[in-house]
């Protein structure tokens, strides 16, 4: 079946650094691909996403492009900040429910000023 | 804010027992969908309701039910708990039903559920 597969964590940064999350999934067709993020003690909320390959997702500084010769969707960021700490989730459309979503573990993050 | 509300926010219970899960989805959101977070399994999703209609099941257990009321709001219920159902239960919402759907969703903010 579909999967996601992120890097493990955390990831300790200081503040100002670049960061990239790798996500890389296997899937069936050609899903739609997210990024979420989870403040500690929240909820989900979509951060990006990218539907077709090549698209370029993007929001709050951050961008992951749907790369389907390599099946990733790696998150950027070119300067992060305190605020940034949670968790990261890569996630997948899929194929099988057509509207289901398959979450990568999560990815800690922790940025120091 | 998301628009998805989901009662209580959290819930203690003894094995043996049944809970149920309450979510509201976002104004015009058709479909809910349900997702156990925990430790060990991450996130994972149980099943989804569209309209009132159960439209797909993930890995939800013969003891957890769901339904989708006229109001479409949710309940999913979970009963004869064990310790292992603790976890993080969150409903999600999603246009999809509406022509320019993308499959996003919309995620309450959990019901923690601690079996002992």
């Known amino acids: 079946g579909d999967s996601v597969t992120q890097m493990e964590g955390p990831v300790t940064l200081s503040e100002e650094a670049f960061l990239t999350i790798n996500c890389t999934y296997t899937?069936?067709?050609?899903?739609?691909l997210f990024w979420y993020v989870q403040y500690p003690g929240e909820g989900l909320q979509l951060l990006l996403k990218?539907?077709?390959?090549?698209d370029k997702g993007s929001n709050k500084g951050f961008e992951a492009t749907y790369r389907k010769e390599t099946t990733s969707f790696h998150l950027e960021k070119g300067s992060v900040q305190v605020s940034d700490s949670a968790v990261y989730f890569c996630?997948?459309?899929?194929?099988?429910?057509?509207?289901?979503?398959?979450f990568g573990k999560g990815t800690t993050l922790s940025v120091s000023s | 804010d998301s628009g998805v509300t989901q009662t209580p926010k959290h819930l203690i219970t003894a094995t043996g027992q049944r809970v149920t899960l309450r979510c509201s989805p976002r104004?015009?959101?058709?479909?809910v969908y349900w997702y156990q977070q925990s430790l060990d399994q991450g996130l994972q999703f149980l099943i989804q309701?569209?309209?009132?209609?159960?439209?797909a099941k993930g890995n939800i257990l013969e003891r957890f039910s769901a339904q989708q009321f006229p109001d479409l709001h949710s309940e999913l219920n979970l009963s004869s708990l064990e310790l292992g159902d603790s976890a993080l239960y969150f409903c999600?919402?999603?246009?999809?039903?509406?022509?320019?759907?993308?499959?996003?969703?919309?995620f309450g903010p959990g019901t923690r559920l601690t079996v002992t």
């Open positions: 899937a069936t067709g050609y899903p739609s």
């Open positions: 996630a997948l459309s899929d194929s099988t429910t057509g509207t289901a979503l398959i």
């Open positions: 309701y569209y309209n009132g209609e159960e439209r």
């Open positions: 104004s015009g959101d058709l479909s």
């Open positions: 990218a539907t077709k390959a090549d």
């Open positions: 999600a919402s999603s246009p999809r039903g509406r022509r320019d759907s993308s499959y996003e969703q919309y």
